[in-house]
């Protein structure tokens, strides 16, 4: 009996261990106040994007939580209301399944907020389906709809200057090939999904990559980052026989919401990281990425196709 209790005392403590030392993850230490500044981060209503808006409420800046689900989002506004004590936080309408939506709150932005200083594209899906405008729905939202948006804002963040994008990808896009000959496949089966995510995760890196190149010279400075395995709804949609085994793997080994926000938190506050603009972060740190996330022709294609897609070239 004795020895079954020291067994369990050990492994008990080995896992603390692991969890602080490995998984937990490292926390953003600044303490840079956005009173005055304004703040935008899509999908904010949940997940790492709220705990990410909360802190960025602590520190005083104007929120925008731009999501598609009006009831989620009100909850999610009342919620960082009361716990950071700042009534400055908004819900604007913004679905990126949708181009049209994009447009429409992009328009609606510009009309009523003077300044942006750092646009958090954060929302992000893993499910089948098509959006609107006929793209796999993984790509449309992960992907193109923040391209879209991102393009829109971007004279308002020159304007607003000193200001950053950051751009939530994911350490998946290691697994992903960009393949311009079929950027759009439906995603229907299991490992087509799977491959669609980490593409349209790519394509965030890649997608910020080129962004730098242009913004070079305006004091905009743009970041992607992975934010660490985190236990949010994002697994919601996995089909039956994985959750049996995931679920506990991810209560087990994966990093709270809070702990996952910590690098976005980090690339839109830290200072003196400018210089690292259009590299990808994880665990609060910038980090190499492989060689096909850093092609530069790969990424300058890749804008190209966007624009068209997204209907700013013709
Ligand atoms: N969790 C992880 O382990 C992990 C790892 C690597 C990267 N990431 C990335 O982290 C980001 C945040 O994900 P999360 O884990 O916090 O997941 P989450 O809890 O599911 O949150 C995702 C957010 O995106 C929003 N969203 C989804 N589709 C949208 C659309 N069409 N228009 C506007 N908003 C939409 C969701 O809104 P609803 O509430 O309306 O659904 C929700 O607010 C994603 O980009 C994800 O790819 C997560």
Redesign the pocket.
Known sequence: MVSYIVAAAILVALYILTYYNFLKGARCRSDTCLRGKTVIV??????????TALDMARRGARVIL????KE??EA?VFDIRKKSGNNQVIFMQ?????LK?VRAFAENFLKSEPQLHVLI???????HGK?ADGFN?VW???HL?HFLLTRLLLDRLKLSAPSRIVT?????YRFAKIDFSNLNPPGENFSQQMQN?CC??LS?ILFVRELANCLEGTNVTCYSL???????????TLKWWMKVFCIPV?ALF??S?VD?AQTSIYCAVQEGIEKFSGRYFADCKVEEVLPHARDDAVARKLWEVSERMVGLSS
């Open positions: 899509t999908g904010g209503n949940a997940g790492i994007g709220k705990e731009a999501c598609r689900n989620r989002a999610a913004l679905d990126l399944a949708s939506s594209n954060n929302a992000g899906i893993g499910m959006t729905l449309g939202v992960n709809g939530v990808a994911s350490t998946m995510y349209s995760k965030n992975h934010p660490g395995a985190v236990k949010t709804d994002i697994f919601r991810i994966f990093r919401p996952g």
